[in-house]
């Protein structure tokens, strides 16, 4: 067996570029990251061959001294951290002190500073070498070239310049997302990507995710004693097929973490569909003490003291914003859609005042259902909503002048599909069916969090199921019984059905029973309520939910506009697909050139 040695100090540092050196862009990151943590308030970094062949990065940073220049290519020399304490609550971005001397192994590496108050800038090229006179009106220059001209076999993993340069991309877009307040320039091969100025954070996040993102997002701010998370949020409709556009950040570090990963999906679950990625800019700012971000070299993983609460709050955070309803908003069209949005609460009434008549003008029409708004927008605290109402109403007095509800007063059934209303913004589209689904599903989550409410049947539904779907309704009576549902046997391949949640009353019974014994067939009924209740529910609300082609009276689309007001993430149907949307008058107006 060969005899143990020391390892020279250029072989040290190649081992140590093999993890913190992945590519340029990890280059980049390291540099960038030296550049903020020196007071940097403008960065331009320039780039040739995707970085492969040259990253340069200057700063108007403090600098750095004559003494420290040669050091600063050193093996595990930094000026961000002294002592144990130091690295247990780290402040800075980088602070191993490995990054510039694991750069300088693998690349030809020259830097250039000139400290605050020094009369002129030094420069040194590579490791062990003097420091010689430079001209530089302030701050550092970091420039890195040939990256891995030393060590063939790894140059050949590198992907194309288009390929790397878009990793250099995402990495520049990381920093100046998480330091707004600085000015930021990105070019390639001598043309200018990015030129962004400083500002504040909604600023550059439009700049890096576009207009549309923060058109379609929600503005998160949440904050319980040491915690705080602040930032933006899409909503459902704005999802990605890619996790291209998901940037969290631990103060200030962008982080990967399964953690935090896991608590954004579960706030998503119920109105994102499963093949969607959301896309978010969120800021967690945390006691520097209570997380670890000393347990990767890239400094891309942390790790949280009291893990279990930090996901919490992130979960209930963003559940909370997500969850509050445009539809309860009086002016969706007009208002920053990342505002909070209170949901409309409903009362009691006694009475059903008439309809209108679909003979009369729109005009007409908006003054015939200020009569019944008030009965209207009271109505859904009935179990089976929609279908709990009377057909023989009685006029009621028209509520207060110039009060009307967020999503307007319904005009009229367009082919038995979508509900059209008129509230003073201009013209509301609802998808009846999908709007219904999220009503139902909302209720049917808190209805089981407590007793469910049954409805017996008059006559037992017979059902016949293959020998697997009796398999199941055995293996899962409880399960179904604590939904409300009363099944058993009623021959070898017949189940009988005495009852169903009242809420789903109206619905077509076989076809609903068949579905929820689908969804049980593969789960353990062990698992059926902790883990995977809600696909259950919202399978049971699609099927209760009311079908196309179905006709609605004029107060029961009104009833179902007051239900979507009041009821939670109303937005987005249960499969993530949006249940409404706005025509304001001046886009009516310009689609047909009034005024012009």
Known sequence: MPSIHRLSDPLINQIAAGEVVERPASVLKEVLENAVDAGAQAIEVALEAGGIKRIRVSDDGCGIDKADLALALERHA????????????VGTMGFRGEALAAISSVARTSLTSRADGASHAWRVDGPGQTPVPAALNRGTVVDV???YYNTPARRKFLKTDNTEFAHCDDAFRRVALARPDIAMQLSHNGRVSQRLAAGDMTRRTGALLGDDFLAHARAIEADTGPVRLTGFASLPAYSRASRDAQYFFVNGRFVRDKLVTHAIREAYRDILHGSRHPAYVLFLDIDPHTVDVNVHPAKIEVRFRDSRAVHQFIYHALERSLGQSGAGVADHAGTDPAAPSPAMPLRPSPGYPAAPTPVQSPLAMEAATRSYYDFTARASDRPSGL???????????????????PLGFALAQLHGVYILAQNAQGLVLVDMHAAHERILYERLK???DGQPSIQRLLIPAVLSLSAKEMATAERCAAVLADMGFDVSAAGPQNLGVRSVPSLLAAADVPELVRAVLADLEDMPASDVITARRNELLATMACHGAVRANRTLTIPEMNALLRQMEATERADQCNHGRPTWTQFSMAELDRFFLRGQ
């Open 78 to 89: 930094t000026s961000k951290i002294a002592s144990l304490d130091d690295l247990e609550s």
């Open 145 to 147: 070239q040939e990256l």
């Open 387 to 405: 279908d709990a109402l009377p057909r023989a109403p009685e006029p009621m007095p028209a509520p207060t002048p110039g009060e009307a509800p």
């Open 446 to 448: 808190s209805v089981l």
